[in-house]
C-alpha cells in the first residue's frame, strides 16, 4: 500500500516519524459521457462568450463573486502568501476522552504506521492511550491545508480521523411536533431492539448497487439482457403497535429458524 503522507507525531519531547495510509478505497463504477451518435469522448473547452474564443490555463485568473456580477480577484502570489506554512509534522495540542468529540465532526480516516526506528515510540502512544481510552487532538499540514484531527487508539494501530471545524457542520432540523412517548410503545420498542440485536459484523454487508451495476456491465459486454432488480414495497398501513410487534416476532422467527 501507498503512503499518502508522511510526516511525524510530535509531542512534547517525543518525535514519531509515520506514514499516512489511506483506509478506504473507491469501488464505485464510472462512466464517460460519450457522444449519442459517434461514441466518442465528449471533451470540455473553456470559453469566453464575450470574447467569443476559446481561452487557455493562462488566460484564466481566480474571481470571488461577493455580488450579482460582481467580483473581487485573487492572483497566485497573494494565495501564497495566505496558504499555511507547509508544516507536516502532526503537532498534538492536547488528549482528551475518547467520548469528547461528537461522532459527526469526524471527516476521514488514514491508518498511522511508525517509520523504521520508531516502533517502540509508537506503540508506547497507542498503548498508553488505548488504557487511558484517551485520543490525542491534533494539527498538520496536508497539502496545502491545515488539517485539524484525532489520534484514535485501536487495538492494532492508531488512526488518524480527519475533523470538520464546528462552522462547516449544519444545524440539526427542528422539529415543531411536541410528541409524546407511550410507556407500553416504548417498552415494545426495547423489546424490538433487543430481539434484533447481535454481534456487528461488517464483512456480512456488501454495496449490492455496485454488485449489480458490475453485472449488468458484464452482461451487456457479453450481449445478454439486463435482469431488472424486484424493488417492489409492501404497501400495507399497520399502525405503531402493530408494526413494533410483528418485527419482534418477524426476529424471533428468523432466530429460530435459525439455530434449528
Not at 3 to 32: C, E, M, Q
Not at 112 to 131: H, N, S, T, V, Y
Not at 170 to 194: G, H, R, W, Y
Not at 202 to 220: P, V
Request: aromatic share 8%; charged share 30%; proline share 2%.
Amino acid at each position: 500500500m501507498a503512503v499518502a503522507h508522511k510526516s511525524a507525531i510530535s509531542v512534547g519531547l517525543l518525535y514519531i516519524p509515520v506514514g499516512l495510509y489511506k483506509s478506504t478505497r473507491d469501488i464505485s463504477v464510472n462512466f464517460n459521457q460519450l457522444c449519442k451518435d459517434t461514441h466518442e469522448r465528449i471533451k470540455y473547452k473553456k470559453y469566453c462568450p464575450s470574447c467569443n474564443k476559446e481561452v487557455t490555463s493562462d488566460d484564466i485568473i481566480k474571481g470571488y463573486e461577493f455580488e450579482k456580477g460582481r467580483y473581487v480577484t485573487i492572483s497566485e502570489e497573494e494565495l501564497e502568501k495566505i496558504k499555511t506554512k507547509k508544516d507536516k509534522t502532526i503537532h498534538i495540542e492536547h488528549f482528551a476522552k475518547i467520548t469528547d468529540v461528537d461522532q459527526i465532526y469526524y471527516e476521514k480516516n488514514y491508518y498511522l504506521a511508525p517509520q523504521i526506528g520508531a516502533e517502540k515510540a509508537f506503540e508506547l502512544l497507542r498503548q498508553a492511550m488505548l488504557i487511558q481510552k484517551e485520543i490525542a487532538v491534533a494539527k498538520t499540514v496536508i497539502g496545502t491545508n491545515e488539517q485539524l484531527l484525532v489520534l484514535y487508539p485501536t487495538k492494532e494501530t492508531i488512526i488518524a480521523k480527519t475533523l470538520f471545524y464546528q462552522e462547516e457542520i449544519q444545524e440539526i432540523p427542528k422539529s415543531t411536533a411536541n410528541v409524546q412517548v407511550d410507556k407500553a410503545e416504548l417498552d415494545m420498542a426495547k423489546a424490538m431492539i433487543l430481539s434484533m440485536t447481535k454481534k456487528f459484523d461488517i464483512s456480512a454487508y456488501h454495496d449490492e448497487y455496485q454488485k449489480r451495476l458490475k453485472e449488468a456491465i458484464e452482461a451487456k459486454i457479453r450481449g445478454q439482457e439486463i435482469v431488472n432488480a424486484d424493488t417492489s414495497k409492501p404497501n400495507n398501513v399497520i399502525d405503531l403497535m402493530d408494526a413494533l410487534k410483528k418485527t419482534v416476532e418477524m426476529a424471533q422467527t428468523k432466530e429460530h429458524v435459525g439455530t434449528a
